[in-house]
Structure formats: structure tokens, C-alpha cells
């Protein structure tokens, strides 16, 4: 008798193998992105902490196929990001791919609930057929009373909420967030921040959060550090959440 086959395990939701962007400043090319490797698997809410300068918003956009590694390889739920043209890349994004961003990229003529339900249209879905997701979004994020309301309207934390609300109405497995609490009060990014860890315990969707702000890192489950381009894995927390002191203490260690 054969043993039966191993199930093969998924791969990992994000996959960055040896990531490198450069780009023209001064009439040389300089590396932005050097050398990034690492993996989240399923579930898992990592942060990434850099100073402004560091290189965070350009590897974001670089995990999201929103622009091309100089050199290595993205991989999203196993597929290479590289291996097809901007279609694929576009595909990837629409339908694996949730992101929210610093300045909450509303439109500002859309309800709420039509920003939200967006991505559905843009996937070709009729948004009504999705109604139950939809209010349940609303609701875990706490945004189900203003669905009527234009952004206009919103104070910034209920802006982020709602953009967070866009970024899962597609279910993606992977949401990427860039600084989604630099515009926002303290206590509104503490919020926010929060809703992220709930998304993830209530959805398991894998996220990564990018950060300069320490207590914002100190939420993830790991925290990466992010200098001058280049990640130092030697000093990664893993176990969070953590103390901010825990995250300060790291960065004084790596004087960064
Ligand atoms: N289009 C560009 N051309 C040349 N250099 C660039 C370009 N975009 C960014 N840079 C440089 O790349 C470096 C990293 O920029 P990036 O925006 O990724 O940093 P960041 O960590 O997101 O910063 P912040 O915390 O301020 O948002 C900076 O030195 C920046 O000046
Ligand atoms: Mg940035």
C-alpha cells in the first residue's frame, strides 16, 4: 500500500524573494528598496516600522504591482506578480488586493456605501447582490449609520473606516495599509489601528501596515524594521502586540 500523498500546504499570502527598486536621483541610480525578503502567512497582521525616507510607501506600492521590482520577485497567494504584463498585475490587485492609503482616496461624489461597493463594480459584480456583505462591513467597522452620507461629511477616522470597509468588500486575502493613521488624531489612529486587529481576528484577512509611528507598529503581531531600504530581520518582534516601549527599545538598539 502507498502512503497517501502529503497535502500540499498553501503558499503564503505575500512573498517578497530578494526585492530591489532603484531609482534616478542626481543623475545616478539609487537603491530605494534593497534586498527585501520576507513572508506573511494567512491570518498573520505584520507591521513594518521606518522612518520617513525609508523606503515604505515605495515597497508597498512594489508588493501591490502598483509599480515593478528593479530586480527579484513579488508573490501574491503564490503568483508572481512579475510572470504577466500590467493586466495581470491589475487583476491580481482587483481581486487578492485590498489597500488603504494615508489620504483615504474617497470619492468625493459617492455615498459611503458607494465607495465601499466600488470594488465590486469594478470586478463586474452587481453590488446588490452583495447587500448582506456590504452592511455587515458597515457594521464591524462602525460606519453603518453615515452610509448615506458623502465623505465631505465624515470626520477623517470615520474616512479611514470607511476606506478600510472598501479595501475587504471584495474579500481580498491580503490588505496593505500605508500609513492609514498620519492623517488622523491620536485617539481616531488608535482606533483605527484597532479595527485592523479586529478585521483580521474576524475575517482572517493578512495584513500588513506600514509605519512610522511606533505605538501604530506595536500592534502587529510581528513588527519588521525598515532602514534606508533595507529590512534588518535580526530585529523583528514576533508575538505581539507589543509594548511601544518594546518597539522603542528595537529602534534604539538598531539606532535608527
Ligand atoms: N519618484 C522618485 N524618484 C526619486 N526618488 C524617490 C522617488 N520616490 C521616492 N523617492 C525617494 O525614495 C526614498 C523613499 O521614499 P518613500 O516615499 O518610499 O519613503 P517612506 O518611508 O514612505 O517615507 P514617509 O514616511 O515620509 O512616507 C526617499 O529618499 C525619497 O526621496
Ligand atoms: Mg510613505
Redesign the pocket.
Known sequence: MSAAPLPASPPPVLEARSVFRF???DGRE?P?VRDVSFTLQAGEFATIM??????????LHLLAGLDRPSAGQVLVTGEDLGSGGEEQRAAVRRQRIGFVFQFFHLLPDLTVEENVTLPLRILGQDPRRHRDRTASLLELLGVAALRARLPAALSGGEMQRVSIARALVAQPPLVLAD?PTGNLSSKAGEEVVGLLRDVRDRLGTTILL?T?NPRDAAAGDRVLFLHD?ALRPEAELRGGPFRVADVFARLQELGI
Open positions: 531609482r534616478r536621483a539609487v530605494i521606518g522612518p520617513s525616507g525609508s523606503g515604505k510607501s515605495t515597497l500609513e506600514v512610522h531600504g
